[in-house]
């Protein structure tokens, strides 16, 4: 009998309206009812995709933080120091910038493993002090985020599936952005949105002609009930 395959899904830029932010409500019945694990990889701190499982209703199968934590419904994994990321962000606001957040920032407040750096703040020093500590900083074009290069959200995700117990190999992923490459690595296909940046494009095994949500919903759609 065939069942759904297990699904990988991005957030921003995946499950998300054209504006940006917020999102589309449409995704979250078919993502309810999926018949096999859905597993939520994001560069958003741990809190958001736990919150986004639990108000949707499904398990709490998630990587957040690119990679940095890994939660399988039970046990929870930080794989990333935080620590090393803070050295960074603290050496960059020494020499005269700022992350770009409120005084009370809840982008980074309960991250665990990485510190993320508005965009709209200067990204050269940011990459050089960065680099000088052996970190990175990854644009998925919603934020810059300081990080240890590994590991990354494929890294995660495949952590996930031998907790979980589902096949790489079975699963289909969906993403938009560079951070996405890692998890197109790892799994049987993998489809980019419209939207998605060059190398998110190139990674992908199928760029897919709708946009957002929208994309996300149209290879739901193609894929449902194919897992033999
Ligand atoms: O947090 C970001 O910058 C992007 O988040 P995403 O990985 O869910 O697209
Ligand atoms: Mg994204």
Redo the contacts with the bound molecule.
């Keep these: 009998m065939s069942s759904d395959p297990p699904i990988v899904l ?5 499950l998300t309206r054209p504006d940006r932010w917020g999102l589309d409500p449409r995704v979250l019945d078919p993502i309810r009812e999926w018949d096999s694990p859905v597993v939520i990889a ?3 701190a741990f809190p958001y995709p736990v919150a986004l499982c639990h108000f949707t209703g499904i398990p709490e199968l998630v990587v957040a933080e690119n990679g940095g934590v890994v939660y399988t419904g039970e046990n929870v994994f930080v794989t990333a120091d935080r620590d090393a990321a803070r050295a960074v962000t603290d050496e960059y606001r020494a020499a005269g910038y700022s992350l770009g957040w409120p005084a009370d920032d809840t982008v980074n407040r309960w991250r665990e493993s990485e510190v ?1 750096v508005n965009r709209d703040q200067p990204l050269e020093p940011l990459r050089a002090i960065a680099a000088e500590y052996g970190l990175e900083v990854v644009d ?1 074009g ?2 810059y ?1 300081v990080k240890e290069p590994e590991p990354n959200k494929g890294d995660g995700v495949s952590r996930l599936a031998a907790h979980v117990g589902f096949e790489l190999g079975d699963a289909v992923a969906v993403g ?2 560079i ?1 996405d490459v890692s998890t197109f690595e790892v799994v049987g296909s993998s489809f980019a949105v419209s939207n998605a940046d060059e190398d998110a494009r190139a990674g992908a095994d199928e760029v897919v002609e709708q946009s957002h949500a929208d994309g996300t919903l149209a290879v739901l759609e193609r894929v449902r009930g194919t897992n033999e």
């Design positions: 991005d957030i921003d830029g995946t994001t560069g958003k993320a998925t919603y934020a985020h938009d952005s951070n």
